[in-house]
């Protein structure tokens, strides 16, 4: 925090206000967290990741709809499949969500981060209908997290005898 500030006194940057503003997140300092972010946006007012980080912490401390437009902002500002990750999120923050919007949301992420053309169209399985179904599921969060919860009822009500689960943990 200190090397920040002597680098603020300096010359004042975005990307230290940015990096300040996520030192008071993790202190718990909120109010001089949204201070730094605030000085962040005005630097850099078209910056997706700054504004990501802006709406997420206005949606945290329940300013939701106006945190929600500055996360859309976001996204429409770069390209990031973690920001418009976050925006999905956030979105079901709203005191009466719309599923039709949530819907479509989802769906303009899929074309956005994971077009069809992207798609692999030949396969070397044996295309028998009868098959057993293999599926994979990647995560770092099946461990101690909400996400963990969630699955647990996914897998309790598949059909075992005709789907093999495995999971896959993406962290260290």
Known sequence: EEWYVNILR???????????ANIKEK?????E???????????????GVILNNCGMHMVRMG??????????KAVEKTPNPIVHSNFLLFLHYLPEPDCQSLFNEHKRWAQIQGPITLAKTSHDNVPDPNRQLRIGYISPDFRNHS??????????????????????????
């Open 63 to 72: 300013e939701t709809q106006q945190g929600i437009e500055i996360l859309r």
């Open 33 to 47: 967290e949204m201070e730094y972010r605030k000085k962040a946006l005005e630097a850099n007012p078209d910056n």
């Open 10 to 20: 300096r010359k004042p940057h975005w990307a230290v206000y940015n990096e300040l």
């Open 27 to 31: 202190l718990g300092r909120r109010t």
């Open 147 to 172: 996400v963990a919860y969630f699955f647990e009822i996914l897998l309790d009500e598949q059909n075992h005898q005709t789907v093999e689960t495995y999971g896959y943990s993406n962290v260290e």
